[in-house]
C-alpha cells in the first residue's frame, strides 16, 4: 500500500475506530478512559428490568426465595439411591459433600483437600460441609466408609483421597461414596504423574464427579483468556484456569493488546495496536493475520475453528466478516452503513450476535452466518454490547453488558427475543461476560475486585482472580491435562 493512501485511510476511519472499540470494549479502550454508560435512557428507551438487589450466596440454606421468576436446578438422592433433579423458585437445592483430610503425603494431602473443596463449591452443585461437624475420623476409616457416621452429619456424599509420593512422582487415589449407596465407592479412580500435575489430577477427578451426578463431564482445567491494563497505553493478553490459578502471560510487546479469542488448536488471537492501528494477530507469529490500515479486531471463532468472525473497516466503516482462520477469504455479512462490532457465534455455528448501533444506541443483534437480515434481540436499556452466546444448544440465551442507573451490569435474553434477565444489580460495575464451555457458569469482570464466576441465574457468585480484566473469553483450552 503506498503511503500517502494509507496516511489518508488512517485519517478517514480513526473517529470510527474509537466509536467501534467504545461499543466493542466496557471497560478502558485503548488505554483511555472507559466510556460511561448514559445516565438516563433517551426518551421512548425501556428500562431494565430490577429484579434484585441479586444475592451472592455460596450456601443455598442463606438465599431467601426472593426470586420466583428465576427457576434454578440441583440435584439430590433419594433413600434408594436414584438422582432426582429439584427445582425451586430461585434456589439452588445444592448437593451436601464433605471433604475429609486426605492421607498419604501430608503437604500433597492438604492440598488434594483445598483444590477439591474448591473446585466443588465453584462448580455451584455442591454444598461443601464444615470438616469441624465430622465425626468419622478419616485416618481410622482409612479409604473406607462408614455409611452412619456420614449420614449424621448430613453428609449425602464423601471424597476419599490418597496421595502417595515419591521423589517427585505422585500416585493420587480418590474415591466417591454416596450414603445412599453404602460402603462400596460409586467412582473410584487412580492418577499418576509429576507432583506438578496434583492440581489438573484432582480437576479431573471432580469433572468425574460432575459426570457421575449430571451426565455431562466438567471443564475445571479450562481457562479464560483475557486483556489486562498494565498502563495508561498498556495492556496484554493472560489466560487463567477457572479456579483462578496458573495466571498466564501471552504477549509482552509493551503496547495495548486487547480483544483475546482462542483459536484453532488452543490458539491464541488478539487485536493490538503496536503498529498504530488495530490488527489482528496470533501469538507466536509476528506477521499480523490481518493488517491492512483501518479496523482489524474483535475475531470469534466457530465450534471446530474452521471459521472466524471478525471486524473489518476497508471502507471507513465497521462490518462483521465472516474469514478463513489465516485471514483468507473475507466476506462481509453485515454490509450495513451503522457501526457492526462483537461477533459471538451460536453453538451450531449458524447464526452470529453482534452489537450495532443502527437503531441509534448499542443494541446486540442476531443474524444467520450466511448472511441475510439482522435482528434486534434487545430492546430494554439504551447502552448494551459485549454479548456472548451460551454454547449449549438447548440454552438459547445471549449474556451480554448493559448500562443501567449510570453503572453496567450483566443481563442474559433469549437469542429467538424476549425478556431481559438481570444477573447482577447494585454490586458494583460488571462487564464483559463469557460462558463456560459447558454453559453452567459464566465469568464476568467485576469492580468488586477482578473475575468472578456466577450461575446462568446470578447465584453464587465467587471471585476467582484479582485485578483488572476486559473482554474476557472462555475456552476448552486444558480440559483433561
Known amino acids: 500500500m503506498n503511503p500517502n493512501r494509507k496516511t489518508k485511510v488512517v485519517m478517514v476511519v480513526a473517529p470510527l475506530v474509537l466509536v467501534a472499540v467504545a461499543l466493542v470494549l466496557p471497560t478502558e479502550a485503548r488505554g483511555e478512559e472507559s466510556p460511561q454508560p448514559p445516565a438516563a435512557a433517551p426518551e421512548g428507551a425501556e428500562e431494565m428490568p430490577v429484579e434484585g438487589p441479586i444475592p451472592i450466596p455460596t450456601d443455598a440454606e442463606a438465599i431467601e426465595p426472593a426470586l420466583p421468576s428465576r427457576a434454578a436446578t440441583g440435584f439430590s438422592t433419594t433413600a434408594e439411591g436414584a438422582i432426582e433433579i429439584d427445582v425451586y423458585g430461585g434456589v439452588r437445592d445444592l448437593y451436601k459433600i464433605a471433604v475429609p483430610a486426605g492421607l498419604g503425603q501430608p503437604g500433597a494431602a492438604q492440598q488434594v483437600q483445598g483444590i477439591t473443596t474448591r473446585d466443588l463449591e465453584i462448580s455451584s452443585l455442591f454444598k461443601v460441609l464444615d470438616p469441624r461437624s465430622f465425626l468419622a475420623d478419616p485416618e481410622d476409616e482409612g479409604m473406607g466408609f462408614d455409611v452412619d457416621a456420614w449420614r449424621a452429619v448430613g453428609a449425602q456424599g464423601v471424597v476419599k483421597s490418597n496421595a502417595r509420593v515419591v521423589g517427585n512422582k ?3 487415589e480418590m474415591r466417591l461414596y454416596e450414603t445412599a449407596r453404602g460402603r462400596s465407592p460409586v467412582l473410584n479412580k487412580t492418577y499418576n504423574g509429576a507432583e506438578t500435575e496434583l492440581r489438573s489430577m484432582v480437576h479431573r477427578f471432580v469433572n468425574e464427579m460432575i459426570d ?8 475445571f482445567g479450562s481457562r479464560i483468556i483475557f ?7 498498556h495492556k496484554e493478553i493472560f489466560s487463567v484456569e477457572m479456579d483462578g490459578n496458573d495466571l498466564q502471560g501471552h504477549t509482552n510487546n509493551g503496547g495495548i493488546n486487547v480483544l ?18 488495530a490488527q489482528l494477530f496470533r501469538v507466536g507469529r509476528h506477521e499480523p493475520v490481518l493488517g491492512e490500515a483501518g479496523l482489524n479486531m474483535g475475531v470469534a471463532f466457530a465450534s471446530g475453528g474452521g471459521r472466524m468472525a471478525v471486524v473489518l473497516s476497508h471502507d471507513g466503516n465497521s462490518d462483521i466478516f465472516l474469514a478463513n482462520a489465516d485471514g483468507s477469504g473475507a466476506r462481509n455479512i453485515t454490509n450495513h452503513p451503522a457501526i457492526d462490532v462483537s461477533p459471538s457465534w451460536s ?3 449458524s447464526q452470529i450476535a453482534f452489537v450495532s448501533n443502527r437503531h441509534g444506541t448499542p443494541q446486540i443483534f442476531v443474524m444467520d452466518a450466511g448472511g441475510g437480515e439482522a435482528r434486534r434481540v434487545t430492546f430494554a436499556g439504551s447502552y448494551n454490547q459485549t454479548p456472548s452466546w451460551c454454547p449449549r444448544g438447548d440454552t438459547p440465551l445471549i449474556a451480554f453488558t448493559g448500562a443501567d442507573g449510570g453503572t453496567f451490569d450483566i443481563f442474559t435474553v433469549n437469542s429467538g427475543g424476549g425478556g431481559i434477565t438481570r444477573l447482577t444489580q447494585a454490586q458494583g460495575r460488571n462487564s464483559d461476560p463469557a460462558w463456560s464451555p459447558d454453559g453452567r457458569l459464566i465469568a464476568f469482570w467485576s469492580s468488586r475486585g477482578g473475575i468472578h464466576l456466577m450461575t446462568p441465574e446470578g447465584l453464587n457468585q465467587q471471585l476467582i482472580l484479582r485485578g483488572h480484566a476486559e473482554t474476557l473469553r472462555w475456552g476448552t483450552v486444558g480440559i483433561g491435562r
Do not use: C, K
Open 260 to 277: 483475546p479469542a482462542w483459536g484453532p488448536g488452543g490458539g491464541v488471537f488478539y487485536t493490538s495496536f503496536i503498529n498504530g492501528w
Open 347 to 349: 453453538p451450531d455455528g
Open 170 to 172: 505422585v500416585q493420587l
Open 212 to 219: 457421575y451426578f449430571t451426565g455431562e463431564p466438567g471443564v
Open 227 to 233: 486483556s489486562r491494563s498494565l498502563g495508561r497505553q
